[in-house]
């Protein structure tokens, strides 16, 4: 079955911690997006990219990294600069000029111990 | 900068009336208004879209209703069921240059339909 796969489900991260979540897709899209959630504040775009090797900051870019080294994936790694990183991780892919139909994984809940 | 105003925040609906959400943007340049489903601990999906120039689409139990002039639009749900229970996000599209078409989402409503 074609989707996106995310991974962990849950995540802890420690003070000082760096930590990466994954995202794989096998829907072959050449855009993949991060989303984070929390409780009222709707889906904020973090990083976009719409082809291997170049992505671009979205609306709250900072504490967050990127990569993109193949088309199926986009891992995002949560810095220790990020001083409020318990959030609800979403990522999703879309084709290009099609971004109004976004394919999201389950998402991966990131807590602070 | 909040460019998708969305309300209510949460809605209780009887079984088998309507659901009705609403959404405000103030973006003239989005060209295409997506709504999202979301069942807890799941990612969103895609539940219908509209562009600018139309004023309603129907799909099955769910219809946009949009009015350009005042750059809103908003989601029925009709003979809203138990399942229907869940957050609806509407959100926006920025006009398709390529890099810059990204989807502005609304905070959420979280739909209840009680028996």
């Known amino acids: 079955d074609g989707g996106i796969t995310q991974s962990p489900k849950y995540l802890f991260r420690k003070e000082g911690q760096n930590v990466t979540l994954s995202c794989e897709q096998n829907?072959?899209?050449?855009?993949m997006y991060w989303y984070r959630q929390d409780p009222g504040q709707g889906l904020r775009l973090i990083y976009y990219s719409q082809i291997v090797n170049d992505f671009q900051k979205g609306d709250i870019a900072e504490g967050y990294s990127v990569s993109r080294e193949k088309k199926e994936s986009f891992p995002l790694t949560v810095t220790s600069a990020q001083k409020n990183p318990t959030a609800f991780y979403l990522c999703?892919?879309?084709?290009?000029?099609?971004?109004?139909?976004?394919?999201f994984g389950s998402g991966t809940q990131l807590s602070v111990l | 900068q909040q460019q998708v105003k969305q309300s209510p925040q949460s809605l209780i609906v009887q079984k088998g009336g309507i659901s009705i959400i609403n959404c405000a943007y103030e973006n003239t340049a989005f060209d295409y208004f997506p709504w999202y489903q979301q069942f807890p601990g799941k990612g969103p999906a895609l539940l219908i879209a509209i562009r600018p120039d139309v004023s309603e689409k129907k799909e099955g139990r769910f219809t946009i209703s949009f009015n350009k002039s005042a750059k809103q639009f908003s989601l029925h749900i009709m003979d809203s069921q138990p399942g229907d229970s869940a957050t609806y996000f509407c959100a926006a599209r920025g006009e398709a240059n390529f890099g810059n078409e990204k989807l502005t989402f609304g905070t959420g409503t979280r739909l209840t339909i009680i028996p």
């Open positions: 999703a892919s879309s084709i290009i000029g099609r971004s109004e139909k976004l394919f």
């Open positions: 829907l072959n899209h050449d855009a």
